[in-house]
Every structure is written in structure tokens, then in C-alpha cells.
């Protein structure tokens, strides 16, 4: 595979994933379990990109809580690539340090940005894809966002709407749009012309760095005050004073969107429509789904366990390692055992598992959470 | 209280109850649970009876498999006349081998049968109505059977039909009558001289031994030639060869229901309607409504665990010692967590948790069962 040598991957894995409690936890994030197989979701982002870059061009952003973690799951990477932030500021911070950082020693960068918590099921068609964006994004001032095809009316995800051919194969980018409502999202289904926004991008470091000087300069010029302190024992100290007084505020309401605004000619804004089998398993639900697409099970159910029995019961998610677990007369439910916890609850309303850690918070069951 | 000296409890306590599975195990059957308070539930009827009964009168009739907790749980008791079958054979061996013994010692003896899993909400009323059935049965050739006042329309209880009245607040009994249809329990709920049979009965260890040789004569003469190698060495391997041949058949099917048909007047069985908050808490249905009308939760859910949160949930009843629970979206859902199983079943369905067992049994999985 033709690879590009200034390609660097940026893993964004800051996320807490709380609606997969209780098996993710602030120190076991979502990103840091193997929802999918038996390498942890952040395992497989790196391996899925690895034929595109050495491991010594992955950069990691996430916090404290979770670095330890990650070091111990991706030992091949450079530790000190992989940063804490001081506190979470969302991603347009996030990966304009990580531009800063790269332009230091690399002026010609392309940064890849990748959520860690996402599975593809077709990673040549993904590193294909990708190799396209690259091209494209090292061409010059452009931004690269891959889009998945929609297959649902899902509602959500914010999605983007493509305007004019352009390269080979991508499209231009007309604008990105807010998490529709049903009818909404019906319509863009059927229009054709509107993606999944995947929350990845490719863009080149300086591109990125003007882009960011341009719509967010305050931040901006704090992160270039970090990125010039790397190296030295400064580092941690501006780090961790500075970066806390950058906006909270994500990529696409930063840049994205409003560069879009400048119309599909000008904003040098690029969609590649992508099909390699996306999905960010956003819920037990959603990874229920995933599940049964793979494994097709007669009765729906996915039962992880010592043993189990079911007895007029179909279309249930169980993890309850090392039980034996009998299911008599129910359907539709969602049951997850761990060492100090149980949650029982539905297909229907799994997305509503993240309150759950909001009442464990608030009630300062930490070490529940 | 005034008691009578020839009164011997004589406690049931051979039943499996494979409906609390997982919390029942073969070794730890309903009997030895705790389901409703701190004492298991043998040790409430023991603790029950108490006033009415030395601890050297009680005999318990049990098996192999759970003798040993059931000493463990009664020290009080000699343990000689605790006494494990060599083999199932039903209510009707199993009482007629201790009114053979106990008309060794005392051919005045009163036997009352006491099954080891039921609850009862007022003691002093019941043994207030249990001292009226003692007189009744000492005096003769009387059979005294607690008859529950019916509440519901319940399809799983075999009935007593009442006739006329007799003795101090007792009914002649009619007939007994098999588990009815709904159809059939909704009449003998509006007819009023319906009862629920608690297999609660009293009479005299002679009146029980003739019927016997009555109504099962080889049965009886095996019983008697094991009770008549009590306290020699040959007692355990006579009982061990010859129990086993002893019809397997119930008290009810044995005796009660052919001696019934004589007709009410010549049959001698009578029937005290009973008022003291009888349950048999036959499943964890039947647990749950039993705990709902004590404790009145205002979500009509009960949850033993070490912490719990529900949103959008009610009427369950979740039992996971040690546990965060986390209930979101269900209702109506029965969920029992032990070390090593998990069930999820619904409080429509609960009665059929016996099958599980049944599949664990056919599956030889020894150590859940």
C-alpha cells in the first residue's frame, strides 16, 4: 500500500461512553473495553490504521483517567504522544494542539483525526478511503471529512449535506447539519445526498493551525504558547494553566460550520461518501444490533455467560460472565452483570443508561462510576 | 397457654422448591431460605409451635440432602428425630412412619403435620386455632384439617369443602376437591364453605395408623416392622430396604379423599377454618405480592441489594445481595442474582423457574441445582 510519510493519526480518546455502564467506568472508558471481538475498541483503531502510519506517528488525546489505561493497552505507541489534557475542552482544542505540536517537526503534517470508540468492519476499504482523503487533504488547503452512507433515518447523528462532485470521488461539502428530527432525517435519507458526519477528518497541520487562528484566536494563540514550551520542563506547567483557558468547543461548530457557510466553492470542504461498515455502537442497543447482524441467532438473543437457558424469551443482550443465566418469559431486555453492579433494562430505552451514571455521580458513588 | 402433653409436631420438610431457583439449591431448599424476615422458614415454624411443644417433641421427616442444614439451623431439636428418608415417598409414608414411632412411646400421642415452607402473619391465631384442632383430635377417631378461609380465586390449591358445623367453631369436611379451573375457583370463592387445604393436620398417632392399615395395608405393615427396629442396631438398614417400597402417594390421595367419600358424618374429618395471614409463598411471584403488602413501596418494587436506582420502573422484585442495581424502563420483572447464576424472569412467568431446574437436571450441571 502506498503510504504517505507525513500522515500522522490523531486518536481522540477523552470520552467517558457512560451508556455502557456498568462495564465502562471513568477509568475504563467505552473506547477501552472489546465490545467487538477481543481487542478493545482503541486496540482496533490503532490496528486498523497501523498500515498507514509507523507507530511512532500516532498521537493520543485523552485525560488522566484514562492514560494509564491506554498505555497499558497500546504499549507499541509512543507514551509521551499520548497526552492528558489538564480538562476537557472538546475537540477543536484537542486537535489544534495536536496541529501545533506536529508543525514543530513535521511543516508538511497531514492529521488524520480518529474517534477511538467507533467499529469498521471493512478496514481495507476504510485504509482505501482514507488514502483518497490523504491525497486530498495534503493537496493543499482543504478539509477532508469522511461520511458514512446513511442506511437508516437515524436521528442521532449530525449529518452532512454534499454539493458538487469534485476529485475523484469526493464531493463538495455544502454544509453540516444539526441531529434531525425523524421527518428530517427521512427526507435526507431519501435525498441522496447526505452523510453521516463520522467525525473523521483529514487536513494538513498548518491548514488546521490557520483555520484555528482565523475562527478561534485566543485559543489559538494559547495552544501555540503550549506547543512551544514541548520538550522543555515548562511543558507540563503552561500545559496544564493554559490549555483549561481554551474554549469548550467542538471542530464542527469551531471551524467546520461556519467555513461551510462560505459556500460549497470557497470553503475547500470535502466529503469522501464512505461504506466500509461503519457504526459507533452509540448503546447496548446499538451493539445488540451489531451483534445479531454478525452472528445471526435464531431467537435474536446474544448471551455471554458460563451457561444459560432461556425459556420463551427472544431478542435479549446478556453479559453476565462466569453465571449461569436463565431467562424465562422475557424479551427486548438488556442485562449486564459486573463484579459490583447490575443493569436490567430494554432495547427500547438503553439509551437512557447514561442517567444512570449522572445519579451515581451525583450521589458520589465514585466507585461506581 | 394450655398445651397438651401428647402433642408432637411433626415437621415436613423433604420439598425441593425449585421455583426460588437459583437462591434454592437441592442442599438449601425453600424451607432453609430466609424469604421473609431473618429465620428460614422452617425455623419459623419451629419458632411458631414452640409454646405449644417441648423441642423433644418436634420430629422433622427430610432427606439426605438437606439434613444436615436443617441441624444446622434447628440445634434445639434432637437430632435423632430428625429424619432423612432413604428415598421420596410422599406425605403418606412419611407421616405414617412417625405415628408408628411415636405410638412406641406414647399411645396417647397427638400427631399434628406441619409443612416446613409456608408463612403464617399471626402466630398467637394460629396457635389458638391449632389448640381447638388438638382437643378435637384427642378426643377420638378424628381427623382435624386446616382449612385456609380463600381469598382469591386460586387455581393452585387443592379445596376443602365444608359441610355442616360441628364441635366448638369446626365443619365437618364434605370432600376434597383437586386443584380447580378459574371458572370452578370463582364458585367456590362466592360459595363460602370452600377452604384452601394448608396440609395442616391434626390426629392421634392410633386413628393415623389404623387408617393407614386401612387404606395402604402393605405400606403400613412396612412401617411397622422399620418402627419396630427403632433404637437397634438393625433400625438404619431396615429402614434404608424397606422404606424404599412404600407406596409413593400423599396423605390426601392415601386417606383423606377415600375416607371423605364414607360421607361427612361418617368420615370423622373436620375442618377448621383458619384466619392468621396463611401464605405458601409458592413462587417468587407469590413472594413478591407477600413483601408488597408488608412493606407498601411506593413503586411497587422491592430491591435487596447494596444500592439501587430505577427510572421509569416498578413492580419488581430484584434480589442481588451485594450489588448496585440499576433498573431502567422495566416493570413487572423478577431478577435473582447468586454467586454463580443470574435469573430474569417476569412475575407472570416465575411459576415456570421450575423448569429451569428441570434443564439443569437433564444437563447434569450438578453444581447449580
Known amino acids: 500500500m502506498k503510504t504517505n510519510p507525513h500522515f500522522y493519526p490523531v486518536i481522540l480518546a477523552g470520552g467517558r461512553g457512560t451508556r455502557f455502564w456498568p462495564l465502562s ?10 465490545l467487538d471481538g477481543k481487542q478493545t475498541m482503541i486496540q482496533q483503531t490503532v490496528a486498523r490504521l497501523a498500515p498507514l502510519a509507523a507507530p511512532g506517528r500516532f498521537w493520543v488525546i485523552t485525560n488522566d483517567d484514562l492514560r494509564p489505561a491506554i498505555l497499558r493497552q497500546l504499549p507499541e505507541l509512543p507514551a509521551k504522544q499520548t497526552i492528558a489534557e489538564p480538562a476537557g475542552r472538546n475537540t477543536a482544542p484537542a ?13 508538511e503534517a497531514v492529521l488524520g483525526l480518529f474517534p477511538s470508540d467507533h467499529v469498521i468492519a471493512d478496514s481495507a476499504e476504510f485504509r482505501a478511503t482514507l488514502g483518497r482523503g490523504i491525497e486530498i487533504a495534503a493537496a493543499g488547503e482543504n478539509i477532508v471529512v469522511l461520511g458514512i452512507r446513511p442506511t437508516r433515518p437515524e436521528t442521532g447523528y449530525g449529518y452532512i449535506e454534499a454539493g458538487a462532485p469534485d476529485h475523484d470521488s469526493s464531493l463538495r461539502v455544502r454544509r453540516f447539519t444539526e441531529k434531525p428530527d425523524l421527518a428530517t432525517a427521512k427526507q435526507f435519507l431519501d435525498a441522496g445526498n447526505y452523510f453521516w458526519n463520522s467525525g473523521m477528518f483529514l487536513w494538513r497541520a498548518d491548514t488546521l493551525a490557520n483555520a484555528l487562528r482565523e475562527y478561534l484566536p485566543n ?12 520538550g522543555t520542563r515548562r511543558f507540563a506547567d503552561t500545559f496544564r494553566k493554559l490549555y483549561p483557558k481554551c474554549e469548550n468547543i467542538s471542530v464542527d461548530y469551531a471551524i467546520l460550520e461556519p467555513r ?29 444490533e451489531h451483534h445479531v447482524a454478525k452472528a445471526k441467532p435464531a431467537d435474536g438473543s446474544l448471551v455471554s455467560a458460563s451457561g444459560s437457558f432461556a425459556l420463551n424469551a427472544k431478542n435479549n443482550y446478556v453479559h453476565a460472565p462466569g453465571k449461569f443465566v436463565a431467562l424465562v418469559g422475557v424479551s427486548n431486555l438488556v442485562i449486564v452483570e459486573t463484579g459490583d453492579a447490575l443493569l436490567v433494562t430494554t432495547l427500547d430505552q438503553s439509551q437512557d443508561v447514561g442517567k444512570v451514571v449522572k445519579h451515581l455521580d451525583e450521589k458520589k458513588l465514585k466507585k461506581l462510576v
Not at 467506568?25 to 477501552?32: E, M
Not at 486537535?95 to 511543516?107: E, N, V
Not at 485559543?219 to 514541548?230: F, G, P, V
Request: charged fraction near 25%.
Open 95 to 107: 486537535i489544534g494542539l495536536a496541529a501545533f505540536l506536529l508543525l514543530r517537526h513535521d511543516p
Open 25 to 34: 467506568r471513568k477509568r475504563r472508558a467505552k473506547q477501552l473495553l472489546a
Open 260 to 288: 461551510s457557510a462560505k459556500g460549497e466553492a470557497q470553503s475547500r470542504i470535502f466529503c469522501l461518501p464512505s461504506d466500509f461498515g461503519w457504526s459507533d455502537l452509540g448503546s447496548w442497543t446499538t451493539l445488540h
Open 219 to 230: 485559543t489559538a494563540s494559547l495552544l501555540e504558547k503550549i506547543a512551544a514550551t514541548r
